[in-house]
């Protein structure tokens, strides 16, 4: 299974429960979206794909490399979030970040690559709404992915980072640092759709429905996830 990395630590948690509950197991594997796609187009084995944009899910149904149009599961959301110890104030609008940048103040921000990471997007996105877009280029550290931003984002070498709102709340990841979550208007929504793809087992089956139950949604929703209700 391909996830994107925004689903990390719920969906551990959700194939952990799935294991529990029906004895089958899913291995998941976590990167960025554009990646993942790119790789299925080149053959690569996956069953299901988890994408953090549902324009890449749109893209490979067209290509005849998905059963169907697949499923909204989710909707993310970015955070600001910086390291304990960090000069850098967390606040949705970001005005404490465009002070400190003026000031000369920010030396490593971090976002996941926006050229095939749909939050590294979305983070790019809320940037130029705020305008300081232009500014961040010479301090722009770019994560692979945005569970990799998030690492260089709370390494102690960055005052910060634009990262995924569910892996700010994972009890991994939330002792390290504070966050506040940027408005959702200042981007392009996150709407995450997972799809089987061609081939995919009774085993993979399984797992795509389990998506839908309680259990898999209430982990979804500790995450910081916005369910959808019938679409």
Same mark, same amino acid.
């Not at 981007?187 to 995919?200: C, K, T, V």
């Given at each position: 299974?391909?996830?994107?990395?925004?689903?990390?630590?719920?969906?551990?948690?959700?194939?952990?429960?799935?294991?529990?509950?029906?004895?089958?197991?899913?291995?998941?594997?976590?990167?960025?979206?554009?990646?993942?796609?790119?790789?299925?187009?080149?053959?690569?084995?996956?069953?299901?794909?988890?994408?953090?944009?549902?324009?890449?899910?749109?893209?490979?149904?067209?290509?005849?490399?998905?059963?169907?149009?697949?499923?909204?599961?989710?909707?993310?959301?970015?955070?600001?979030?910086?390291?304990?110890?960090?000069?850098?104030?967390?606040?949705?609008?970001?005005?404490?970040?465009?002070?400190?940048?003026?000031? =000369?103040? $920010?030396?490593?921000?971090?976002?996941?690559? @926006?050229?095939? *990471? /749909?939050? +590294?997007?979305? #983070?790019?996105?809320?940037?130029?709404?705020?305008?300081?877009?232009?500014?961040?280029?010479?301090v722009i550290v770019l994560g692979e992915n945005v569970s990799q931003a998030a690492q260089f984002a709370l390494s102690g070498n960055?005052?910060? =980072?634009? $990262?995924?709102?569910?892996?700010?709340?994972? @009890?991994?990841? *939330? /002792?390290? +640092?504070?966050? #506040?979550?940027?408005?959702?208007?200042?981007?392009?929504?996150?709407?995450?759709?997972?799809?089987?793809?061609?081939?995919?087992?009774?085993?993979?089956?399984?797992?795509?429905?389990?998506?839908?139950?309680?259990?898999?949604?209430?982990?979804?929703?500790?995450?910081?996830?916005?369910? @959808?209700?019938?679409?």
């Open positions: 299974m391909a996830a994107a990395s925004d689903l990390q630590f719920a969906v551990t948690e959700i194939a952990a429960a799935f294991t529990a509950e029906t004895g089958m197991q899913v291995r998941p594997s976590f990167g960025s979206t554009g990646n993942f796609a790119r790789q299925i187009r080149e053959g690569a084995p996956f069953q299901i794909f988890m994408a953090a944009d549902e324009r890449f899910i749109a893209e490979l149904h067209a290509d005849g490399l998905t059963r169907d149009e697949g499923d909204l599961y989710a909707l993310g959301r970015v955070v600001i979030m910086v390291p304990n110890g960090s000069p850098l104030t967390p606040d949705a609008e970001l005005n404490n970040l465009a002070e400190m940048l003026t000031e =000369g103040r $920010i030396t490593h921000f971090a976002i996941a690559n @926006p050229d095939h *990471a /749909p939050y +590294g997007m979305r #983070a790019m996105e809320s940037l130029m709404t705020r305008g300081i877009w232009d500014d961040l280029q010479p960055a005052e910060g =980072g634009i $990262i995924a709102y569910s892996l700010a709340l994972a @009890p991994e990841v *939330a /002792p390290c +640092g504070t966050f #506040a979550l940027i408005p959702e208007d200042w981007h392009e929504p996150l709407r995450q759709r997972m799809a089987l793809l061609n081939g995919a087992g009774e085993v993979a089956e399984a797992f795509y429905a389990f998506m839908a139950e309680p259990a898999a949604r209430e982990i979804m929703e500790r995450y910081g996830f916005v369910l @959808p209700e019938g679409e």
